[in-house]
Structure formats: C-alpha cells, structure tokens
C-alpha cells in the first residue's frame, strides 16, 4: 500500500526547498557595497547655500554620486536612490554653488543665469585637488574652501 501522506510531506518539504533556493538569491542587497556620506561646504567660513558636491569616481566601473546643497551648506549623497550614498572607493571631488534647481527649471532656449563666488577650479574634479576615500559604514566629509 502506498503512503500517500508520506508522499504529500515529501513533495511538500521538496517544495519549500525548491521555492527557498528561488526566493534565497534575491534575499538581501545586491550589486557594489554602498556606505552613507554626508558633510557641510564652506567657502571662506560661510555656509554654501545651495549647489551641489559631485563625487567622481577614479574607477570607471564605479558609479559616480552626486548631493544637494542645502541652506545650511549640508549634503547627503546620492548613488541611485535618495541618500543611499557612494560605492566603496576612491574619488575625485567637484563642487558648484550653482543651485541645480534653477538648472532645471530653466525653459528650454531660456537663458540660466550661472554665477558662481566660487572660483573655478572647485567646478572641475581634475583641478580642484579635493579626493576623498568611502570606506564601510558612515562616512562624513566637509569641504572649507578658500
């Protein structure tokens, strides 16, 4: 005579484990180990009041990451999501006190005022001598610039 109980709990367990190894590899965060980064920019012992901190990677497999500058001269990076921070690894550093907004909000063929106190060299991650390094968990990087 044939268990058919017996049968049922092991094309059930068989079940359970075929759905867990489906389920298992999507379990958790895929793709490069991210950490939080944040700081203030200051030029010359004032608060930024807006543009943006742009952290270019010196690796071209890694993304690049951008923040927001607020009121207060505070930023929070960004990779894919907002405030889900930078990749691992070394970066060049560009920053704007261009307000991004403005930017955007632009019409098409209307002209963008861009003024900027800051001096050019911070504008270009190649001149401006500003690296920083992500490493695991929380990183925090303010910018004094002169």
């Known amino acids: 005579m044939i268990d058919r109980i017996g049968i049922r709990r092991s094309f059930s367990k068989l079940g359970l484990a075929v759905a867990l ?14 950490a ?10 004032q608060p930024l009041e807006s543009g943006s901190v742009s952290f270019i990677s010196t690796d071209p497999e890694r993304a690049n990451a951008v923040g927001t500058i607020g009121p ?9 999501e907002p405030n889900d921070g930078a990749e ?3 970066y060049k550093i560009a920053i704007s006190d261009i307000d991004p907004e403005a ?8 002209p963008v005022p861009l003024t900027s106190k800051l001096p050019q060299k911070y504008q270009d991650p190649s001149t401006s001598g500003l690296t920083r390094t992500v490493e695991r968990g929380r990183n925090t990087f303010d910018f004094d610039l002169q």
């Open 88 to 90: 691992l690894g070394e």
């Open 103 to 110: 930017m955007n909000s632009a019409l098409p063929g209307e």
């Open 36 to 45: 939080r980064v944040s700081g203030t920019v200051t030029y010359q012992g």
């Open 21 to 34: 190894a489906v389920v298992a590899p999507g379990c958790g965060s895929s793709g490069p180990e991210m």
């Open 72 to 80: 207060d001269g505070s930023y929070e990076l960004q990779t894919r």
